[in-house]
């Protein structure tokens, strides 16, 4: 499985600095929630590689969450992660090799999204980089291991066409991850994580105009 340039937990921290300038950029197709969900949309963040090339990036809908939410079972939400389907090539810098991308890279980067939004009340602020850490292992670990026992699959239609996902339920979120329909305009990884909205009866599809997320 792919290690990114930057995960996205440092990258949904570091939303409230979003920009639409980044998802132009991106050689790839964005996906989102599709036509059937109605509420607010958003922008989050790109992840790019050292030569400035876009590898990933989030689109959220709904309520936008937040770590210093009272209760977090009143914040509804879902994130789309879109993920460039790359094959092992080198690194930018030349001093390397970067892994495929796989559905796992779609699983572990929707995996530590969600955790970037989680913040268990009761935790004291000073352990919660160690939790984080700990939690964010498990999330790796668990990303290596789609066909374990941690994970189930649900059909979901992308693009209107119904596709298999990964799916897994945790007390702080679900998080699924998938791959584009052959009708997709490019290869892309799916992954998605949320918290107040069932993932159930979700659907996916193309971005065709990003000012829907105020890009």
Known sequence: METTSRTVTDQVAAGT???VDGYLLA????????EAFTGPRWLMQV???ADGTVEHGATGHGVEPTI???????????VV???ASRPVRRSADGTGVLEATSISTAAWLAGSGLLAHTWPTQMDRTLRQDWLDQQTMLAWELADDLGGESWSELMLPVDGVPTPFCYR???????LAG????????GVHLGAYGRGMSAYGLGFSVIKDLSAYGG
């Open 47 to 49: 992840g790019s590689a």
């Open 169 to 175: 339920e945790s007390e702080y979120g679900w998080v």
């Open 68 to 78: 210093k939410v009272e209760n977090p079972e009143d914040e509804r939400f879902a």
């Open 17 to 19: 600095g979003r920009k």
């Open 27 to 34: 050689e790839f197709p964005w996906y989102g929630l599709d």
């Open 179 to 186: 791959s584009a329909g052959e009708g997709a305009p490019e």
């Open 81 to 83: 992660v879109t993920v």
